[in-house]
């Protein structure tokens, strides 16, 4: 129990502590607070895997007090470890540090320093209330938690209207996949009367209910999970999200916050496992999205916005993992995810800085020379994410392409497409940013500079384990034990594996290969030797392409716009009409009833003595009538 | 009621008659003082009408005051005033027929209060209770109080007309100037 | 003195009746006469149904106290000591304006 209160307690003591009194302390203080109190929990967590690897069963459970009682059942606030949560946990802290520590660096000359680092703590807090919650309750609390730390990092810097905008895109989207995660949240309640996930999972495991109860709860489950882990059609927040710092890209919107929609799945797979229609319904979403994203990003010429929609494909690789039962494979592939996302974006950030806040790849090049260290550690993110062979990429992906084949031959072809454009894209990136030309005549190429070591130390951590992260879960055809897999398979117990002959291993081996080989073939002949640079015109698919395939500008269509209509009218309505009728409107009402009401009193005798007469009459029938 | 209308007793029928057309007269006149007289003679009707209900001293008193000191007053104040039908004012035919409405509606109401009423038995009374000797023994013991505060009353009214007729020093006098 | 017991052959409500009728002939007298003098003189016409009014009840419940016809009495009192100083105060506005005429007194409109 002192484990978890270590571990959820030093973020948000992070969080108080700098939000208070960080303005007045120097910064070198305030960052390594921060980074500490993100980096010990790692090391406590660290520390559990032992207890953990022993004993199947065993878990740390830990009910701080009940929050509140409901049909007399308890909801309570309480954690546990086991290897599941253990395993996200260690993901958050540890890349988390990365990011804390590399952004003392980054965020040097802000103002707003002190408030950066406790955001992110306080991110860090809410991520880890959602990983080590142990029943929906908890989760939900993260969630929205999470949300709400996006919302205020995307929009950190305030004084730009467009990134409170993006911000604020992002709340909103997210909130509209909430709801479909707490209608799924009241049904569980409602129908199985408990929302611990242990509780959950027997109920579902030992009775049989209606298969459209289960899908219709997994189905909602999921919208929350495409809200958070931008999957189609709510996926448009996150390329808007780079408005946000480049840490912020790399924590929430690569590592981990996009990651609790898969999480969530991931702890509930006995329910999606029963759920056939469910999943089958999250593969095509995936798959569609991995596909759409990686078309985007191809075209895209802002270096952070390529690898926000290759943060989107590669979340929609997850998703076909999940939706092809492989769970366990999927959390493998969110952990190599979260090695080379937060790599690239790091790096990215180092580019960034280096050339003076200049983001379009267009006017970069040749940056091999200036920056070193950014550049090897960026080509090592590069090739893990593009799957070259024994890279952390390459088995995640391999394992993810391998159970889609084994469950269809149409979605491994979409999937192995897309693999293919994710290795264009990446290394269209990286051609051009790093070799050919310098272009950019704002910033002297003098002034290029390599980042300082407090942003390089993260960066060369991040590449070691991009590169040799892949060897926690080695396949089976090399070696039969120490995989993640089987470390995880007494907490998820479902693996949909249909076993695929040994040659047919081999030539979906061979063909990943093959996929990687082309996408590097290509782009080093296009951008590396015919030095193309990508230019403003496109013409046809390519244009379309580029332009996000006009999403964003169906949703203001279709739904935007015809709100803000409604809400003019209402205004319209509220303020013209009640306004002008009730309040403007009873003056000039008023006048006219007085200036009738001043001829009665003329002073004239035989006037009042006829109201008078009049009155009396009129009580006297008032009395006779009704009483 | 107009079937039994000349079931009634003869007395009661006449004095009503008398009554009522005076009352007409009264408010219909040009001439002031053919109002006043009217009205005299009606205060004769309804002191008959007195009679009958067995109020003698009643209609007694009715006669001397009302009809003897109260109508007298307001011919002298005719008298001074040399009001006659020349200088009466008239009103719109729109006042009259308003007034005639207001009238009937109160009629109409007080007369729709009764009919939803009921009324008592009838209690016969004493012969005599009309007479002065009762009455004044009723008022010297029951409502002796309100006897002494009329008369404080009247004094009130006394000196207040009496300070409201005096002339200012400086107003000139009505005799002087006539009819000016 | 023996007397005609008048309610042995009327009801209460001929009485009633034309104590109503002179009342609303008073009032349709105060609205439309404009002299002060027959105004108060169509005042006093009203105050007389009523008394007639009170004296018809207190026969017709048998009342041993004579209540109506004391009720009636101070009447009579109100009425005169009304009716003096009503003059008094005509007269008084007569020596100002050099008329009687009510529609003239409208000096307390807006």
């Given at each position: 129990m002192s484990n978890l209160l270590i571990i959820l307690g030093f973020p948000l003591f992070g969080f108080i502590f700098n939000g208070l009194v960080g303005k007045y302390l120097p910064k070198s203080v305030v960052g390594s607070i921060a980074s500490l109190m993100v980096a010990i929990p790692f090391f406590v967590a660290f520390g559990m895997i032992g207890d953990l690897s022993n004993d199947a069963q065993y878990s740390v459970n830990w009910?701080?007090?009940?929050?509140l009682t409901l049909d007399n059942i308890p909801l309570s606030v309480s954690f546990t470890i086991d290897r599941l949560s253990v395993w996200m946990t260690l993901i958050i802290t540890g890349v988390g540090a990365l990011i804390h520590l590399y952004s003392t660096g980054y965020m040097?000359?802000?103002?707003?320093f002190y408030k950066f680092f406790s955001y992110l703590n306080f991110f860090i807090f809410n991520m880890l209330l959602l990983v080590l919650g142990s029943n929906f309750l908890m989760m939900f609390f993260g969630w929205e938690g999470v949300g709400l730390c996006s919302y205020l990092l995307i929009g950190f810097?305030?004084?730009n209207v467009e990134f409170g905008k993006a911000a604020r895109k992002a709340f909103v989207m997210n909130r509209i996949g909430d709801l479909g995660l707490l209608l799924g949240l009241y049904l569980i309640f409602s129908k199985f009367?408990?929302?611990e996930y242990s509780e959950f999972s027997n109920q579902i495991a030992a009775g049989n209910h209606s298969d459209n109860l289960l899908n219709a709860i997994s189905i909602l489950l999921f919208i929350g999970a495409m809200g958070k882990s931008a999957?189609?059609?709510?996926?448009?927040?996150l390329p808007d999200a780079?408005?946000?710092p480049t840490p912020v890209s790399a924590l929430?919107?690569?590592?981990t916050m996009v990651t609790a929609g898969i999480y969530l799945i991931i702890r509930n797979q006995i329910l999606f496992a029963l759920s056939p229609f469910a999943t089958e319904f999250i593969l095509w979403i995936g798959l569609a999205t991995a596909m759409l994203a990686a078309l985007i990003g191809l075209k895209q010429t802002d270096i952070k916005k390529v690898l926000a929609y290759s943060t989107v494909s590669q979340l929609g690789f997850m998703f076909v993992a999940l939706g092809v039962g492989a769970y366990s494979t999927a959390l493998f592939h969110l952990t190599t995810h979260a090695f080379f996302k937060a790599l690239l974006f790091l790096g990215a950030g180092s580019v960034i800085h280096g050339m003076h806040h200049?983001?379009?790849?267009?006017?970069?090049?040749?940056?091999k020379k200036k920056m070193p260290l950014t550049y090897w550690t960026f080509l090592a993110g590069t090739l893990a994410i593009s799957g070259f062979p024994f890279f952390s990429g390459f088995f995640s992906k391999d394992e993810i392409l391998a159970a889609t084949y084994s469950h269809g031959l149409i979605p491994y072809i979409l999937l192995l497409l897309s693999a293919l454009l994710t290795g264009i894209y990446m290394f269209r990136m990286f051609f051009v940013t790093f070799h050919g030309?310098?272009?950019?005549?704002?910033?002297?190429?003098?002034?290029v500079h390599e980042s300082p070591l407090v942003m390089t130390i993260p960066l060369m951590i991040l590449a070691v384990f991009s590169v040799f992260g892949g060897l926690i879960n080695l396949p089976k055809y090399i070696t039969e034990s120490g995989s993640l897999v089987e470390w995880l398979k007494p907490m998820l117990p479902i693996m949909e594996h249909h076993e695929i002959g040994h040659s047919e291993e081999i030539i979906l081996l061979g063909l990943a290969v093959l996929v990687f080989l082309t996408a590097l073939i290509y782009t080093r002949i296009v951008?590396?030797?015919?030095n193309r640079v990508p230019t403003d015109s496109e013409t046809g698919f390519f244009s379309v392409m580029r332009d996000k395939f006009y999403v964003d500008e169906a949703y203001n269509l279709v739904i935007v716009r015809p709100l803000e209509i409604l809400g003019d009218l209402l205004h319209l309505i509220g303020e013209g009409i009640f306004l002008k009728i009730f309040s403007f409107g009873i003056y000039p009402l008023l006048q006219v009833v007085s200036r009738l009401n001043k001829?009665?009193?003329?002073?004239?005798i035989e006037f009042y003595l006829l109201y008078m007469i009049i009155a009396v009459i009129v009580l006297l029938g008032v009395n006779l009538i009704f009483f | 009621m107009m079937n039994s209308l000349f079931s009634l007793p003869l007395p009661f029928l006449v004095l009503s008659f008398i009554t009522i057309l005076c009352a007409l007269y009264v408010v219909t006149s040009k001439n002031p003082v053919h109002s006043v007289l009217a009205l005299i003679l009606a205060f004769f009707s309804i002191s008959a009408h007195y009679v009958l209900l067995n109020a003698q001293f009643l209609a007694i008193v009715n006669l001397m005051v009302?009809?003897?000191?109260i109508m007298v007053l307001f011919l002298f104040v005719l008298m001074l005033l040399n009001l006659?039908?020349?200088?009466e004012p008239v009103k719109s035919k729109i006042w009259g027929i308003a007034a005639t409405i207001s009238a009937g509606m109160l009629l109409l109401v007080i007369t729709a209060a009764f009919q939803k009423s009921g009324v008592a038995i009838y209690k016969g009374s004493a012969d005599?209770?009309?007479?002065v000797k009762n009455l004044g023994r009723v008022l010297m013991t029951d409502y002796l109080v309100p006897f002494e505060l009329s008369g404080i009353l009247f004094v009130s009214a006394m000196v207040g007309a009496v300070l409201l007729g005096k002339r200012e020093s400086n107003s000139e006098s009505l005799l002087d100037k006539g009819n000016s | 003195m023996q007397l005609l017991n008048i309610f042995k052959s009327l009801d209460i409500s001929h009485y009633i009746y034309l104590s109503t009728v002179l009342f609303s002939i008073g009032m349709f007298g105060v609205l439309f006469r404009r002299n002060a003098i027959v105004l108060l003189m169509c005042i006093e016409l009203m105050l007389n149904a009523v008394n007639l009014l009170m004296v018809a009840f207190s026969e017709y419940m048998g009342d041993a106290q004579a209540n109506g016809q004391m009720f009636v009495f101070f009447i009579m009192v109100v009425a005169a000591a009304e009716a003096a100083v009503g003059l008094a105060i005509i007269v008084m506005v007569y020596r100002n304006t050099r008329k009687t005429d009510v529609s003239f007194l409208d000096s307390l409109k807006d």
């Amino acid at each position: 129990m002192s484990n978890l209160l270590i571990i959820l307690g030093f973020p948000l003591f992070g969080f108080i502590f700098n939000g208070l009194v960080g303005k007045y302390l120097p910064k070198s203080v305030v960052g390594s607070i921060a980074s500490l109190m993100v980096a010990i929990p790692f090391f406590v967590a660290f520390g559990m895997i032992g207890d953990l690897s022993n004993d199947a069963q065993y878990s740390v459970n830990w009910k701080a007090y009940t929050f509140l009682t409901l049909d007399n059942i308890p909801l309570s606030v309480s954690f546990t470890i086991d290897r599941l949560s253990v395993w996200m946990t260690l993901i958050i802290t540890g890349v988390g540090a990365l990011i804390h520590l590399y952004s003392t660096g980054y965020m040097k000359n802000d103002e707003g320093f002190y408030k950066f680092f406790s955001y992110l703590n306080f991110f860090i807090f809410n991520m880890l209330l959602l990983v080590l919650g142990s029943n929906f309750l908890m989760m939900f609390f993260g969630w929205e938690g999470v949300g709400l730390c996006s919302y205020l990092l995307i929009g950190f810097w305030y004084k730009n209207v467009e990134f409170g905008k993006a911000a604020r895109k992002a709340f909103v989207m997210n909130r509209i996949g909430d709801l479909g995660l707490l209608l799924g949240l009241y049904l569980i309640f409602s129908k199985f009367h408990t929302l611990e996930y242990s509780e959950f999972s027997n109920q579902i495991a030992a009775g049989n209910h209606s298969d459209n109860l289960l899908n219709a709860i997994s189905i909602l489950l999921f919208i929350g999970a495409m809200g958070k882990s931008a999957q189609i059609p709510l996926y448009t927040w996150l390329p808007d999200a780079m408005a946000g710092p480049t840490p912020v890209s790399a924590l929430i919107h690569a590592a981990t916050m996009v990651t609790a929609g898969i999480y969530l799945i991931i702890r509930n797979q006995i329910l999606f496992a029963l759920s056939p229609f469910a999943t089958e319904f999250i593969l095509w979403i995936g798959l569609a999205t991995a596909m759409l994203a990686a078309l985007i990003g191809l075209k895209q010429t802002d270096i952070k916005k390529v690898l926000a929609y290759s943060t989107v494909s590669q979340l929609g690789f997850m998703f076909v993992a999940l939706g092809v039962g492989a769970y366990s494979t999927a959390l493998f592939h969110l952990t190599t995810h979260a090695f080379f996302k937060a790599l690239l974006f790091l790096g990215a950030g180092s580019v960034i800085h280096g050339m003076h806040h200049e983001q379009d790849m267009r006017f970069m090049g040749g940056l091999k020379k200036k920056m070193p260290l950014t550049y090897w550690t960026f080509l090592a993110g590069t090739l893990a994410i593009s799957g070259f062979p024994f890279f952390s990429g390459f088995f995640s992906k391999d394992e993810i392409l391998a159970a889609t084949y084994s469950h269809g031959l149409i979605p491994y072809i979409l999937l192995l497409l897309s693999a293919l454009l994710t290795g264009i894209y990446m290394f269209r990136m990286f051609f051009v940013t790093f070799h050919g030309t310098y272009r950019n005549e704002k910033w002297d190429y003098s002034k290029v500079h390599e980042s300082p070591l407090v942003m390089t130390i993260p960066l060369m951590i991040l590449a070691v384990f991009s590169v040799f992260g892949g060897l926690i879960n080695l396949p089976k055809y090399i070696t039969e034990s120490g995989s993640l897999v089987e470390w995880l398979k007494p907490m998820l117990p479902i693996m949909e594996h249909h076993e695929i002959g040994h040659s047919e291993e081999i030539i979906l081996l061979g063909l990943a290969v093959l996929v990687f080989l082309t996408a590097l073939i290509y782009t080093r002949i296009v951008f590396l030797k015919r030095n193309r640079v990508p230019t403003d015109s496109e013409t046809g698919f390519f244009s379309v392409m580029r332009d996000k395939f006009y999403v964003d500008e169906a949703y203001n269509l279709v739904i935007v716009r015809p709100l803000e209509i409604l809400g003019d009218l209402l205004h319209l309505i509220g303020e013209g009409i009640f306004l002008k009728i009730f309040s403007f409107g009873i003056y000039p009402l008023l006048q006219v009833v007085s200036r009738l009401n001043k001829r009665i009193q003329n002073g004239n005798i035989e006037f009042y003595l006829l109201y008078m007469i009049i009155a009396v009459i009129v009580l006297l029938g008032v009395n006779l009538i009704f009483f | 009621m107009m079937n039994s209308l000349f079931s009634l007793p003869l007395p009661f029928l006449v004095l009503s008659f008398i009554t009522i057309l005076c009352a007409l007269y009264v408010v219909t006149s040009k001439n002031p003082v053919h109002s006043v007289l009217a009205l005299i003679l009606a205060f004769f009707s309804i002191s008959a009408h007195y009679v009958l209900l067995n109020a003698q001293f009643l209609a007694i008193v009715n006669l001397m005051v009302y009809a003897g000191a109260i109508m007298v007053l307001f011919l002298f104040v005719l008298m001074l005033l040399n009001l006659n039908k020349d200088s009466e004012p008239v009103k719109s035919k729109i006042w009259g027929i308003a007034a005639t409405i207001s009238a009937g509606m109160l009629l109409l109401v007080i007369t729709a209060a009764f009919q939803k009423s009921g009324v008592a038995i009838y209690k016969g009374s004493a012969d005599d209770i009309g007479l002065v000797k009762n009455l004044g023994r009723v008022l010297m013991t029951d409502y002796l109080v309100p006897f002494e505060l009329s008369g404080i009353l009247f004094v009130s009214a006394m000196v207040g007309a009496v300070l409201l007729g005096k002339r200012e020093s400086n107003s000139e006098s009505l005799l002087d100037k006539g009819n000016s | 003195m023996q007397l005609l017991n008048i309610f042995k052959s009327l009801d209460i409500s001929h009485y009633i009746y034309l104590s109503t009728v002179l009342f609303s002939i008073g009032m349709f007298g105060v609205l439309f006469r404009r002299n002060a003098i027959v105004l108060l003189m169509c005042i006093e016409l009203m105050l007389n149904a009523v008394n007639l009014l009170m004296v018809a009840f207190s026969e017709y419940m048998g009342d041993a106290q004579a209540n109506g016809q004391m009720f009636v009495f101070f009447i009579m009192v109100v009425a005169a000591a009304e009716a003096a100083v009503g003059l008094a105060i005509i007269v008084m506005v007569y020596r100002n304006t050099r008329k009687t005429d009510v529609s003239f007194l409208d000096s307390l409109k807006d």
